[in-house]
C-alpha cells in the first residue's frame, strides 16, 4: 500500500526548537530537507536528488518531520447527557532518528493523562490559539513505539453538534454529528491536524442502545444490544475526514457498494432520491479510475448540518435539503463522490491548496452529471457556477488577494478563505485546459494524476510542476497558468459556457419587468436548475406587484426544493419585496442550519437596512446552527 511515509523530511534544525508556543515559530522555519526514502514502492513525484520545499503548514503545530502518528485507535463514549465523548486516542508513531518529541494539535480538550509505550509521561500544552488551540507536547524518544492520550471533549467543542430530538426529523432520539473540515478534528481528537498528514484508524464507539454509531470506516448497518460498536479504516487519509455520527439511524441498500443511512421517517425519500448512486460511482470509475475505498454510503443528517454535504471517506454526510423529491440536487452526491478522488485520495497538502481539492472536484463532478445526464445539464451547472464565481468575485473585490487559486491564509482561520473561487474559478481553470489539450487527453491527464498521487498529499507548486511535466509540455501548449493560479479575478480567457435551455430562460425573463409573465405552459418543463437561473436573473425593475404575481403562479416561497425557496427569498429581500413571506423565512431560518443558505439570506436583510429582523430571526434560531455557521453569522451581524 502506498503512504505519504515515502517522503519524510528530516529537519536537522528541529531539536532546537523547544518552543512550539506560538505560530510564528513556526513559519519561521524553512523546510528544506532531504528526501529520505522509507517506502521506495512508490513512484516520485520530484527528482529526489533536488531538496523539496514543503511549506509547513501554519494551521498545525505538528512537527510531522521529527515524529509523525501513523495508525489512530480511538475507543470513545459519548455521554449524551453531559455533552461529551471521552476516551483515549491510541497512536502508533513513526520516529526520526533524533526524535524528542511529538507535537499534536489540540482545543478545548480536557487532557487526563499521556503514556508513552505505556509509562506515564508529562506532557506541555502551549498556549492556546482561538482557531489553532493548543499545541499538546509530548516527550518521546526515536525508539518509542507509540502514545496514548485520555482525554475527553468540552461540551462547546467546535466539530460536535449535539442536538436534542426536537432537532432532528424524528424527534424521539438525540443526535450527534462531528464536521472536522478545516481544522476542527482537534476539538475532539488530539492529532497531527495537518491535510498534509495521513494516518489510518480502527475505533471503539459506545453510546446509548437505542442509537446507531457511523464513521468514515466500515460501518455496521443496524443497532446491537450492547451498544459498543468497532470501526476500522484501512486506507491512509488526514485528519479532517475522521468523522463521527450517531443517531436513530436505519439504513437502506442502493447498489451493490453504495447505501443510505437516516433517521427512519426519512429513510425511504432519501433512498429514491439517492437511486442512481451507485450508477454515479460507476461513472465516476469510468472516467477517473477505481473507486479505492470499497463501500460508497451517505447519512442524511439533521437540518442543523452547516454544510451541503462533507466528503469523510465511505460515507458523506449530507444535508437533508438535497431532499427535494424529484432527485434535481444530486448533483451534490455527485460532488462528495468525486472527492473520493480528488482530495481524498489526492489532498491538498496545506489549506493555502483548497483549490485542489475543491475545483478538481466540482471539474469531476459535472463530468460524472454529464455522463449520466447529458450535456445540457452539466452546462446549466456550470453556467450556476460562473454566476457565483462572478458573484465571489464582486463580493470580495476583483483585486482581492482571496480571489487567487493559491490562497495566502497565514494567520487567519481557514475557513475564512474558503469561497466560490477555489471551486469555481478552480473548475473553470481546469475547463481551460480540457479545452487546450482535448477532453480525451486531458481525462488521461487527471487519471494518471489521481494514480501517480494517491494517498499522497499535493501542493499547489508540486501541481505546476506536474501539469507543466505531463501536459503542457508534452502537448506544447502555452496557458497563463500562473495568472490563474497566483493572480486575482478571473482571467480574460476563462471559458465561456452556455446553455440552450438558459438561452430562453432569458427570453422570458426579461419581459417579466414589463408585467409579462411567464405562463405554466412555457414553464411546464422547467427544471430546478432553469428556475434557479430564472430568479437570480429577475431584474431590479422588477417591482412587488410581478413578485406577488410570481410567487402565486409558482409557490416558490412555499417551495418543497431548497434551492428555490432559498434563491426566491434572497431576491425577494434584495427587491424589498418579503413581508408576506415572513412566517416562511423565519422556518426556513429555524431549522435549516446550511451555511451556503445561511450566509446569503442573513446578509441579504442586512444589506436591505433590516437587520433587526435579521438580528431577531438570528436570536431564535442560532441554538439550532452548528458552530462553523455561528462562528460566519456573528461575524456578518457583529454578536
Ligand atoms: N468539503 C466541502 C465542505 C467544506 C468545505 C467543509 C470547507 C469545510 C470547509 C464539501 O465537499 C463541499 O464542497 N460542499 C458543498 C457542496 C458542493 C456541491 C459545492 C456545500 O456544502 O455546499
Ligand atoms: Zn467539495
Request: charged share 20%.
Given at each position: 500500500?502506498?503512504?505519504?511515509?515515502?517522503?519524510?523530511?528530516?529537519?536537522?534544525?528541529?531539536?532546537?526548537?523547544?518552543?512550539?508556543?506560538?505560530?510564528?515559530?513556526?513559519?519561521?522555519?524553512?523546510?528544506?530537507?532531504?528526501?529520505?526514502?522509507?517506502?521506495?514502492?512508490?513512484?516520485?513525484?520530484?527528482?529526489?536528488?533536488?531538496?523539496?520545499?514543503?511549506?509547513?503548514?501554519?494551521?498545525?503545530?505538528?512537527?510531522?518531520?521529527?515524529?509523525?502518528?501513523?495508525?489512530?485507535?480511538?475507543?470513545?463514549?459519548?455521554?449524551?447527557?453531559?455533552?461529551?465523548?471521552?476516551?483515549?486516542?491510541?497512536?502508533?508513531?513513526?520516529?526520526?532518528?533524533?526524535?524528542?518529541?511529538?507535537?499534536?494539535?489540540?482545543?478545548?480538550?480536557?487532557?487526563?493523562?499521556?503514556?508513552?509505550?505505556g509509562a506515564d509521561v508529562g506532557y506541555t500544552l502551549g498556549k492556546s490559539n482561538t482557531h489553532l488551540g493548543q499545541a499538546l507536547t509530548i516527550p518521546i524518544k526515536p525508539e518509542s513505539k507509540a502514545i496514548t492520550i485520555n482525554y475527553e471533549t468540552a461540551p462547546t467543542a467546535a466539530a460536535l453538534q449535539w442536538l436534542n430530538p426536537q432537532q432532528t426529523a424524528d424527534k424521539k432520539h438525540p443526535f450527534l454529528f462531528t464536521q472536522g473540515q478545516a481544522i476542527l478534528t482537534r476539538t475532539w481528537i488530539p492529532?497531527?491536524?495537518?491535510?498534509?498528514?495521513?494516518?489510518?484508524?480502527?475505533?471503539?464507539?459506545?453510546?446509548?442502545?437505542?442509537?446507531?454509531?457511523?464513521?468514515?470506516?466500515?460501518?455496521?448497518?443496524?443497532?446491537?444490544?450492547?451498544?459498543?460498536?468497532?470501526?476500522?479504516?484501512?486506507?491512509?487519509?488526514?485528519?479532517?475526514l475522521l468523522a463521527l455520527a450517531i443517531g436513530d439511524l436505519n439504513y437502506g441498500d442502493i447498489g451493490k457498494q453504495t447505501g443510505v443511512y437516516a433517521e427512519p421517517s426519512v429513510l425511504d425519500k432519501a433512498l429514491f432520491e439517492f437511486g442512481d448512486m451507485q450508477a454515479m460511482l460507476e461513472a465516476a470509475e469510468g472516467l477517473y479510475g477505481p473507486y479505492l475505498w470499497e463501500r460508497y454510503d451517505v447519512i442524511v443528517l439533521p437540518p442543523s448540518f452547516p454544510f451541503g454535504g462533507m466528503e469523510n471517506p465511505r460515507l458523506t454526510f449530507a444535508t437533508p435539503t438535497i431532499l427535494a423529491g424529484d432527485k434535481s440536487l444530486t448533483a451534490l452526491i455527485a460532488h462528495e463522490l468525486a472527492h473520493s478522488w480528488s482530495g481524498n485520495l489526492v489532498t491538498n497538502a496545506t489549506w493555502n491548496d483548497f483549490w485542489l481539492n475543491e475545483g478538481f472536484t466540482v471539474y469531476f463532478e459535472r463530468r460524472i452529471m454529464e455522463t449520466l445526464y447529458g450535456e445540457e445539464y452539466a452546462n446549466m451547472l456550470a453556467m450556476l457556477g460562473f454566476q457565483d464565481l462572478q458573484h465571489e468575485v464582486h463580493a470580495l473585490g476583483k483585486s482581492h488577494k482571496d480571489t487567487h487559486l493559491h490562497l495566502d491564509l497565514d494567520g487567519r482561520d481557514p475557513d475564512d478563505g474558503m469561497t466560490d473561487i477555489a471551486y469555481e474559478k478552480g473548475a473553470y481553470f481546469l475547463t481551460l485546459l480540457e479545452e487546450k489539450v482535448g477532453r480525451e487527453a486531458f481525462d488521461k491527464f487527471l487519471k494518471d494524476y489521481f494514480e501517480t498521487h494517491k494517498f499522497q498529499t499535493l501542493t499547489t507548486d508540486e501541481f505546476k510542476v506536474y501539469l507543466n511535466q505531463h501536459l503542457l509540455d508534452p502537448y506544447a501548449i502555452e496557458v497563463n497558468i500562473d495568472e490563474w493560479i497566483h493572480g486575482a479575478g478571473i482571467p480574460d480567457n476563462c471559458p465561456s459556457i452556455t446553455s440552450d435551455k438558459f438561452t430562453k430562460v432569458d427570453a422570458i425573463v426579461s419581459n417579466v419587468s414589463k408585467g409579462d409573465l411567464p405562463t405554466q405552459a412555457t414553464t411546464n418543463d422547467w427544471t430546478t436548475h432553469e428556475?434557479?437561473?430564472?430568479?437570480?436573473?429577475?431584474?431590479?425593475?422588477?417591482?412587488?406587484?410581478?413578485?406577488?404575481?410570481?410567487?402565486?403562479?409558482?409557490?416558490?416561497?412555499?417551495?418543497?426544493?431548497?434551492?428555490?425557496?432559498?434563491?426566491?427569498?434572497?431576491?425577494?429581500?434584495?427587491?424589498?419585496?418579503?413581508?408576506?413571506?415572513?412566517?416562511?423565512?423565519?422556518?426556513?431560518?429555524?431549522?435549516?442550519?446550511?451555511?451556503?443558505?445561511?450566509?446569503?439570506?442573513?446578509?441579504?436583510?442586512?444589506?436591505?437596512?433590516?437587520?433587526?429582523?435579521?438580528?431577531?430571526?438570528?436570536?431564535?434560531?442560532?441554538?439550532?446552527?452548528h458552530s462553523v455557521s455561528t462562528q460566519t453569522l456573528d461575524a456578518l451581524l457583529g454578536e
Amino acid at each position: 500500500m502506498n503512504t505519504d511515509l515515502k517522503q519524510f523530511n528530516y529537519f536537522s534544525g528541529l531539536k532546537n526548537r523547544t518552543n512550539l508556543n506560538t505560530i510564528d515559530m513556526i513559519k519561521n522555519v524553512l523546510i528544506f530537507a532531504t528526501t529520505i526514502t522509507i517506502v521506495a514502492c512508490t513512484q516520485q513525484v520530484h527528482d529526489a536528488s533536488q531538496p523539496i520545499e514543503r511549506p509547513q503548514d501554519t494551521h498545525s503545530y505538528a512537527i510531522p518531520t521529527e515524529s509523525k502518528t501513523q495508525h489512530l485507535s480511538l475507543d470513545l463514549t459519548a455521554d449524551f447527557t453531559r455533552q461529551v465523548l471521552s476516551g483515549t486516542a491510541k497512536y502508533s508513531l513513526v520516529n526520526s532518528p533524533d526524535a524528542k518529541q511529538i507535537v499534536l494539535d489540540t482545543r478545548d480538550l480536557m487532557i487526563h493523562s499521556v503514556t508513552v509505550d505505556g509509562a506515564d509521561v508529562g506532557y506541555t500544552l502551549g498556549k492556546s490559539n482561538t482557531h489553532l488551540g493548543q499545541a499538546l507536547t509530548i516527550p518521546i524518544k526515536p525508539e518509542s513505539k507509540a502514545i496514548t492520550i485520555n482525554y475527553e471533549t468540552a461540551p462547546t467543542a467546535a466539530a460536535l453538534q449535539w442536538l436534542n430530538p426536537q432537532q432532528t426529523a424524528d424527534k424521539k432520539h438525540p443526535f450527534l454529528f462531528t464536521q472536522g473540515q478545516a481544522i476542527l478534528t482537534r476539538t475532539w481528537i488530539p492529532c497531527q491536524d495537518s491535510p498534509g498528514i495521513r494516518i489510518t484508524y480502527d475505533a471503539q464507539i459506545t453510546c446509548p442502545k437505542d442509537l446507531l454509531p457511523v464513521m468514515s470506516a466500515s460501518n455496521p448497518t443496524e443497532k446491537n444490544a450492547t451498544g459498543t460498536y468497532t470501526f476500522e479504516m484501512k486506507q491512509p487519509i488526514p485528519p479532517y475526514l475522521l468523522a463521527l455520527a450517531i443517531g436513530d439511524l436505519n439504513y437502506g441498500d442502493i447498489g451493490k457498494q453504495t447505501g443510505v443511512y437516516a433517521e427512519p421517517s426519512v429513510l425511504d425519500k432519501a433512498l429514491f432520491e439517492f437511486g442512481d448512486m451507485q450508477a454515479m460511482l460507476e461513472a465516476a470509475e469510468g472516467l477517473y479510475g477505481p473507486y479505492l475505498w470499497e463501500r460508497y454510503d451517505v447519512i442524511v443528517l439533521p437540518p442543523s448540518f452547516p454544510f451541503g454535504g462533507m466528503e469523510n471517506p465511505r460515507l458523506t454526510f449530507a444535508t437533508p435539503t438535497i431532499l427535494a423529491g424529484d432527485k434535481s440536487l444530486t448533483a451534490l452526491i455527485a460532488h462528495e463522490l468525486a472527492h473520493s478522488w480528488s482530495g481524498n485520495l489526492v489532498t491538498n497538502a496545506t489549506w493555502n491548496d483548497f483549490w485542489l481539492n475543491e475545483g478538481f472536484t466540482v471539474y469531476f463532478e459535472r463530468r460524472i452529471m454529464e455522463t449520466l445526464y447529458g450535456e445540457e445539464y452539466a452546462n446549466m451547472l456550470a453556467m450556476l457556477g460562473f454566476q457565483d464565481l462572478q458573484h465571489e468575485v464582486h463580493a470580495l473585490g476583483k483585486s482581492h488577494k482571496d480571489t487567487h487559486l493559491h490562497l495566502d491564509l497565514d494567520g487567519r482561520d481557514p475557513d475564512d478563505g474558503m469561497t466560490d473561487i477555489a471551486y469555481e474559478k478552480g473548475a473553470y481553470f481546469l475547463t481551460l485546459l480540457e479545452e487546450k489539450v482535448g477532453r480525451e487527453a486531458f481525462d488521461k491527464f487527471l487519471k494518471d494524476y489521481f494514480e501517480t498521487h494517491k494517498f499522497q498529499t499535493l501542493t499547489t507548486d508540486e501541481f505546476k510542476v506536474y501539469l507543466n511535466q505531463h501536459l503542457l509540455d508534452p502537448y506544447a501548449i502555452e496557458v497563463n497558468i500562473d495568472e490563474w493560479i497566483h493572480g486575482a479575478g478571473i482571467p480574460d480567457n476563462c471559458p465561456s459556457i452556455t446553455s440552450d435551455k438558459f438561452t430562453k430562460v432569458d427570453a422570458i425573463v426579461s419581459n417579466v419587468s414589463k408585467g409579462d409573465l411567464p405562463t405554466q405552459a412555457t414553464t411546464n418543463d422547467w427544471t430546478t436548475h432553469e428556475w434557479l437561473h430564472f430568479i437570480r436573473a429577475l431584474g431590479d425593475d422588477v417591482d412587488s406587484k410581478a413578485l406577488d404575481a410570481l410567487n402565486g403562479l409558482y409557490g416558490f416561497a412555499d417551495s418543497g426544493n431548497s434551492e428555490i425557496a432559498a434563491a426566491w427569498f434572497e431576491k425577494s429581500i434584495q427587491l424589498g419585496h418579503y413581508d408576506y413571506f415572513r412566517p416562511q423565512l423565519e422556518a426556513f431560518l429555524y431549522t435549516v442550519g446550511r451555511r451556503k443558505f445561511l450566509t446569503p439570506l442573513y446578509s441579504a436583510l442586512k444589506e436591505a437596512g433590516d437587520i433587526k429582523t435579521a438580528k431577531a430571526i438570528y436570536a431564535k434560531s442560532k441554538a439550532n446552527y452548528h458552530s462553523v455557521s455561528t462562528q460566519t453569522l456573528d461575524a456578518l451581524l457583529g454578536e
